[in-house]
C-alpha cells in the first residue's frame, strides 16, 4: 500500500489514541488452582473424584466459579475453554479512583479501615499511578478479552461515571465496532451532597454494546405514574392507548431513575463495600440481557452483587475480582443465600512464584531477606539472615515447610548456639503447630512460623516496598465422638499479629472468637480440595458465630457395625478478620 494511502486510512480511522497505546493485548494462559468447593453433595463429590469423564458428565457439573486475582490473566486463561461462551458481561470497574482498594471492616459496633494490600497498591500505581493513559490501556486490554470471551449473540455492560465514561466510549465502538452500540443508559439517583459552585453528579453512564447482529433483548416494565393510573391511559396515542394500560406497566427505556442507590446504614443489602451496586439494578440488567441458564461474568465482582442476582434468577455465573477481601465478602454473601448452587474459589495457579527461581535461589532468598528486612548472613548450610537478634531460614518456593525441615534447622541453630529462629514459608504442613513447641524445647530453640504472603510475588523492588508478614495463627479445636456422630468446637484462637490492628479495636475484643470471621469443615477430606460441608460466618443480619458443629457419619455402604474401623481426615478452616487462613486437620476413627 502507498504510504499515503496508508496514512489516509488512519486519519480516516475512527479510535482513541493516547500515547504508547497497544492494540496487541498479550495472552498469558496459566493453569486454574481450585482451592475450595462450597455446596457440593456428596454424590456430585464422588462423582468428580472418578478418574473417567464423558463430555456429559462434565457439562453436569458445572459448578459457578469465583476466582482471587488479576482479570487480565484470568480471563486470557479462561480463553481456551469459555471462548464464544460467555452470554453476558458485566464491569463496574474503578473510575480512576484508589478508594475502591480500602475495605470497611466491623467488629461487633466499631468500624476499622482495612488498607490496600501489595497486590492491590501494585494496581493501583499501574493503573492510575501513570496517568490517564496507563487507566486507558488497562481498559483497553481487558475489553479485548471480554469480547473474546463474548457469545456471537452476547451483550457487554460497562458502568461508569463522569471521569472517564466518555472514553470508554470510544474505545468499545473500535473494539465492538460502533455499528454494535446498542445505547447509553443513564442510570440517575439522588443523595449526598450539593456542591456551591456546580450541578452535582448524580448520575451514571452504563454502556451497552452487542458482539454481532443478534443479541438477547428481554424487555422489562417498571410502574406506570400516578397521573397514568388515574388516566386510565397513557398520553401517546396508539393502540395501547385505545386500550388502556398495560398489566405489566410501561417498558423501561434508556434513563432510569426508579432505582436508588444503597446509601442508608440501614438497608439491609449495605455491606459497606466500596462501588457496591444495589441488586435491583442488577436484576434489570440480567433479565434484559440474559436468560435461564445463561452464563453471566463480572471481573470487578467487588462485593458479588452480580454473582447474587444471576444466583436468584437461574443464570450460571463466573466471578472474578482482585481483592482477597472482596472473594471472602462474596463467598459469605452467596451462602447466605437459601438454595445456592455448588460454586467453586479459585486461584492461577503458583506460576509466579516460578518467577523468583528464574534467576537462582540465592537471588530468591536475596529477595525474600529484603522483603523481611533480615540482613544475609552467610557460612551456614540452612540458615540465610538475621533479623533483630533471630535467625532466619527461608523455605524453598516450591515446597511446603515440613517437620523434617523444621528439625534440620533447629539442630543447626544449636549446633551453633543460636537460640532462636524465624521459619518463612509459603506453605506449611499440617498440624505443625502442635510440633513446634516440642521440637523447640526439645533444642532449647524458640521457633517462629511465618507465612511469605502471596502479596510478595507483585513486589518490584523488594529494598523499598513493604509487606505485611504474618506468623501463623493459632488454632485449638476440641472434638467428642458419640457413635457416628462428631462434634467439633472451637476451644482457642490466637491472632498472631494483633500489632497490625488499630489500638481501639484491640481494647474492643473481649473473646478469642472476635478475632474469627467465618470457619467452616470438611468431614471427609481426601487429600483434595477443600470441601466446605459445614460454615458459620458473620454477617450484618447475623453478626455473631456458632463456636460448635456435628456431623453424623453414615454407614459405609457394604460393611456392617464392627466390621471394620472407618477413618476419616477432618480439615477445619478459619478465616480471620485479616482474610487469612489457618487450617487444622483432625484425624477421626468410627
Not at 500505581?125 to 463474548?150: A, F, H, K, N, P
Not at 465514561?165 to 439517583?189: A, L, P, Q
Not at 436468584?312 to 482482585?322: C, H, S
Amino acid at each position: 500500500m502507498p504510504k499515503n494511502e496508508a496514512k489516509a486510512n488512519k486519519v480516516n480511522q475512527t479510535g482513541l489514541y493516547w500515547p504508547g497505546k497497544r492494540t496487541e493485548v498479550e495472552r498469558v494462559i496459566l493453569p486454574f488452582q481450585v482451592v475450595e468447593t462450597i455446596n457440593e453433595s456428596k454424590a456430585d463429590r464422588e462423582k468428580a473424584q472418578r478418574d473417567l469423564f464423558t463430555k456429559q458428565a462434565r457439562d453436569e457439573l458445572w459448578r459457578n466459579k469465583l476466582i482471587w486475582g488479576d482479570n487480565k490473566y484470568i480471563m486470557a486463561s479462561l480463553l481456551p475453554k469459555f471462548a464464544g461462551k460467555i452470554n453476558l458481561i458485566y464491569i463496574d470497574p474503578p473510575f480512576a479512583t484508589g478508594a475502591d482498594f480500602s475495605i470497611n471492616i466491623k467488629l461487633g459496633d466499631l468500624k476499622w479501615t482495612k488498607e490496600a494490600s501489595v497486590i492491590e497498591e501494585k494496581a493501583y500505581r499501574d493503573t492510575w499511578g501513570r496517568g490517564l493513559d496507563s487507566y486507558l490501556q488497562m481498559i483497553y486490554d481487558r475489553l479485548v478479552l471480554m469480547r473474546e470471551l463474548l457469545a456471537d449473540s452476547g451483550s457487554i455492560y460497562v458502568h461508569l461515571d463522569w471521569h472517564v465514561g466518555h472514553y470508554v466510549k470510544i474505545m468499545m465502538d473500535e473494539i465492538f465496532g460502533k455499528e454494535n452500540f446498542r445505547n447509553e443508559v443513564v442510570w440517575c439517583y439522588s443523595g449526598g451532597g450539593i456542591p456551591r459552585n456546580e450541578f452535582p453528579n448524580k448520575h451514571d453512564i452504563i454502556l451497552w454494546h452487542t458482539k454481532g447482529d443478534s443479541w438477547v433483548f428481554n424487555t422489562q416494565y417498571r410502574p406506570y405514574s400516578e397521573g397514568t393510573v388515574q388516566r386510565g391511559r397513557t398520553r401517546v396515542k396508539g393502540v395501547y392507548a385505545e386500550k388502556g394500560l398495560r398489566p405489566e406497566g410501561t417498558p423501561v427505556n434508556d434513563w432510569w431513575a426508579d432505582i436508588p442507590k444503597i446509601t442508608s446504614p440501614t438497608d439491609y443489602e449495605k455491606l459497606y463495600f466500596p462501588t457496591q451496586k444495589s441488586e435491583a439494578l442488577m436484576e434489570r440488567i440480567i433479565k434484559i440481557g440474559s436468560n435461564e441458564g445463561n452464563l453471566v461474568a463480572d471481573f470487578f465482582c467487588g462485593s458479588g452483587t452480580t454473582l447474587a442476582v444471576a444466583e436468584k434468577l437461574g443464570r450460571r455465573w463466573i466471578g472474578a475480582d482482585l481483592s482477597k477481601f472482596a472473594i471472602h465478602t462474596t463467598r459469605k454473601r452467596l451462602l447466605d443465600m437459601p438454595d445456592c448452587k455448588p460454586f467453586e474459589v479459585l486461584n492461577l495457579g503458583k506460576y509466579q512464584k516460578a518467577k523468583l527461581k528464574e534467576n537462582g535461589v540465592s537471588r530468591y532468598i536475596d529477595f525474600i531477606l529484603k522483603l523481611y528486612r533480615a540482613e544475609p548472613f552467610s557460612g551456614y548450610t540452612i540458615l540465610h539472615g538475621k533479623k533483630a537478634g533471630r535467625m532466619v531460614h527461608i523455605g524453598d518456593v516450591d515446597s511446603i515447610i515440613t517437620e523434617r525441615e523444621i528439625r534440620e534447622t533447629v539442630k543447626e541453630c544449636a549446633s551453633v548456639g543460636v537460640k532462636s529462629v524465624d521459619i518463612l514459608g509459603w506453605d506449611f504442613e499440617m498440624g505443625l503447630h502442635d510440633l513446634v513447641d516440642r521440637i523447640g524445647d526439645e533444642y532449647s530453640v524458640n521457633i517462629r512460623l511465618v507465612q511469605i504472603p502471596r502479596e510478595a510475588l507483585e513486589v518490584r523492588d523488594a529494598a523499598r516496598e513493604e509487606v505485611k508478614f504474618f506468623d501463623l495463627n493459632y488454632l485449638e479445636l476440641e472434638h467428642k465422638l458419640s457413635g457416628k456422630i462428631l462434634t467439633i468446637a472451637l476451644k482457642e484462637f490466637v491472632i498472631s499479629n494483633p500489632e497490625y490492628l488499630p489500638g481501639e479495636v484491640k481494647e474492643k475484643v473481649g473473646k478469642f472468637t472476635d478475632y474469627i470471621d467465618y470457619w467452616a469443615v470438611d468431614f471427609d477430606n481426601k487429600n483434595d480440595t477443600f470441601h466446605n460441608m459445614w460454615q458459620s460466618f458473620r454477617t450484618r443480619k447475623h453478626p455473631s458465630l456458632e463456636t460448635k458443629c456435628s456431623h453424623t457419619y453414615l454407614p459405609v455402604r457394604g460393611t456392617q457395625t464392627g466390621e471394620k474401623v472407618e477413618r476419616y481426615q477432618v480439615l477445619v478452616k478459619v478465616v480471620d478478620i485479616f482474610g487469612n487462613d489457618t487450617n487444622k486437620l483432625l484425624e477421626i476413627e468410627l
